[in-house]
């Protein structure tokens, strides 16, 4: 089983067609869902994960990429100081 910390980034413009297409039968919904606020993320975060980590590792499993915790890391510091400063 996977690490519970294990984390991945992923390209989007570095899937393969065949890659969409899994990603896309497994989910049930387009690709471009990921950037709809009213779309469900989950099945198409797990897919992209089980994708992206079948790469490396062939025996890979759909329930590993399941494990892995989801990061919002913030790409720009807050302009905004806590104390409102």
């Known amino acids: 089983m996977s690490d519970i910390d294990d984390v991945f980034s992923i ?7 065949g890659e969409v297409v899994e990603i896309e039968a497994r989910t049930g919904q387009p690709l471009d869902a990921l950037g709809q606020a009213d779309q469900p993320k989950g099945l198409l975060m797990q897919s992209l994960a089980f994708i992206i980590k079948r790469r490396d590792n062939p ?10 915790r989801v ?3 913030q790409s720009t510091p807050d302009p905004i100081p806590a104390d409102g400063s």
Do not use: F, P, Q
Request: glycine content about 4%.
């Open 11 to 17: 390209d989007i413009d570095d899937l393969t067609i």
């Open 59 to 68: 025996d890979y499993t759909w329930e590993e990429a399941g494990a892995l």
């Open 71 to 73: 990061s919002a890391a």
